[in-house]
């Protein structure tokens, strides 16, 4: 199928979401580009891989900066220009770990759990533009390379081994998901496959057996990443 997008129906900036200072410009730049913004999809952030205990609080506040702060900045600039064509669509991309906690990702689950709050709670100050959608994506492990590129237990240090990825949803389904939720207005998808999908449920119905269940697997989780093998693969191998 031949695409009948054009030069001038594409633009492509750079954005640090940590550079907060440079959001106002970017949303007008998109703004006189294009003339008005539909869809605002905040997909940015990294993830973590250390023990609360070993790691540094600057990689606490440097998480929070990038996945919450970072995001909630982007989407106050595109939000006011929404308000006042009172329509548009602001899809996050959150996680399960904004739905449940696990070893290893205090300070992802964290920023996460942030995310969940702010705009569940942004939801109900935008009751008068029901044109406005607020829609949260939270999936489970994807092939990606958020692994690669996760926080340690320093600022300076990167994860020594990645592991393998072909246990992990594959990213076209992932992101085939995303848009059927986006396009039904779904406020909040889970998008994994089991048993975090059955966890994320646990979690949301019976949390006394969901706390229970995620010490032992979470014990099993340490185990490997000390050991050296991806945290994720300790879950997902059961189901196979």
């Not at 308000?83 to 399960?96: D, L, N, P």
């Not at 100050?125 to 996760?150: A, F, H, K």
Request: one cysteine or more; hydrophobic letters at 40%; aromatic letters at 8%.
């Amino acid at each position: 199928e031949i695409s009948s997008l054009t030069e001038n129906d594409i633009l492509v900036l750079r954005l640090d979401l940590t550079d907060r200072s440079s959001h106002e410009a970017a949303t007008n730049s998109v703004l006189k580009h294009f003339g008005k913004i539909d869809v605002l999809v905040n997909n940015g952030g990294r993830s973590q891989r250390s023990l609360f205990v070993d790691t540094n609080l600057d990689v606490y506040s440097a998480i929070i900066e990038l996945n919450y702060l970072g995001t909630i900045s982007l989407t106050k600039y595109v939000l006011d220009h929404m308000i006042q064509r009172k329509k548009g669509k602001i899809v996050t991309v959150s996680s399960v770990m904004g739905i449940m906690g696990a070893p290893l990702a205090t300070g992802y689950c964290a920023s996460k759990h942030a995310l969940q709050g702010f705009f569940n709670s942004l939801r109900t100050e935008l009751t008068d533009y029901p044109e406005i959608s607020i829609i949260q994506i939270c999936p489970g492990p994807v092939q990606s390379q958020i692994i690669q590129n996760v926080f340690t237990e320093n600022l300076a240090k990167s994860l020594e081994n990645s592991g393998d990825q072909s246990h992990k949803m594959p990213t076209d389904r992932c992101a085939r998901l995303t848009l059927v939720s986006v396009a039904n207005d779904v406020k909040e998808a889970w998008i994994s496959d089991h048993p975090y999908l059955a966890v994320c449920y646990l979690w949301q119905y019976a949390p006394t057996w969901a706390w229970w269940l995620m010490n032992r697997m979470g014990k099993r989780r340490i185990q490997n990443f000390k050991s050296g093998i991806d945290a994720d693969a300790s879950y997902s191998r059961k189901k196979k």
